[in-house]
T-cell receptor, first 109, second 114 residues
Framework: GQNIDQPTEMTATEGAIVQINCTYQTSGFNGLFWYQQHAGEAPTFLSYNVLDGLEEKGRFSSFLSRSKGYSYLLLKELQMKDSASYLCAVRDGDYKLSFGAGTTVTVRA | DTGVSQDPRHKITKRGQNVTFRCDPISEHNRLYWYRQTLGQGPEFLTYFQNEAQLEKSRLLSDRFSAERPKGSFSTLEIQRTEQGDSAMYLC????????????FGPGTRLTVT
């Protein structure tokens, strides 16, 4: 089976940095995805890692260590609109994603 | 590119009734997926189509669930004899075929079974 763990909740102040960790134990590995989901809305794609290392996209960065089964999403210069759930998902084959339960990030003024 | 669309956005039904949801993927995408999401959880995979062929069904998809994708375009998900446990958000996603392509999600259909 697939086991993907991430913290349930995190709170941070506007302008700060928050790091959301994700650990996974899956039957296979063919990429790790991070999605953002605002309440009542569809998940939207943030980042994709298939090789070890850091991928940077503006205020968001994602890191992967395949040997450790570990990834993190780094959100910099937090804005109020970043309050959302952040979903870590592993693709273990050609197409299917297995998601973690999500981390709810609350940004406070 | 108008994104993935789903219809209806909300559905309230009584236990035992049948419901059908529709998903229109991004037109160039040949892969289509259905997921189910309950409150406080991430999406759970239900089924996958490559063009018109349904290539995988999750064990979560009981015999009461059926999905189709005629002509490899839009898809429908039908739930027969709904149960209260079927209450959830049903998400559709689509993508290109290939390793680096992300899945684009629709807004979902929220089903409430009373």
């Amino acid at each position: 089976g697939q086991n993907i763990d991430q913290p349930t909740e995190m709170t941070a102040t506007e302008g700060a940095i928050v790091q959301i960790n994700c650990t996974y134990q899956t039957s296979g590995f063919n990429g790790l995805f991070w999605y953002q989901q605002h309440a009542g809305e569809a998940p939207t794609f943030l980042s994709y890692n298939v090789l070890d290392g850091l991928e940077e996209k503006g205020r968001f960065s994602s890191f992967l260590s395949r040997s450790k089964g570990y990834s993190y999403l780094l959100l910099k210069e937090l804005q109020m609109k970043d309050s959302a759930s952040y979903l870590c998902a592993v693709r273990d084959g050609d197409y299917k994603l297995s998601f973690g339960a999500g981390t709810t990030v609350t940004v406070r003024a | 590119d108008t994104g993935v669309s789903q219809d209806p956005r909300h559905k309230i039904t009584k236990r035992g009734q049948n419901v059908t949801f529709r998903c229109d993927p991004i037109s160039e995408h040949n892969r289509l997926y259905w997921y189910r999401q309950t409150l406080g959880q991430g999406p759970e995979f239900l089924t996958y189509f490559q063009n018109e062929a349904q290539l995988e069904k999750s064990r979560l998809l009981s015999d009461r669930f059926s999905a189709e994708r005629p002509k490899g375009s839009f898809s429908t998900l039908e739930i027969q004899r709904t149960e209260q446990g079927d209450s959830a958000m049903y998400l559709c996603a689509s993508s290109f075929m290939g390793q680096g392509y992300e899945q684009y999600f629709g807004p979902g259909t929220r089903l409430t079974v009373t």
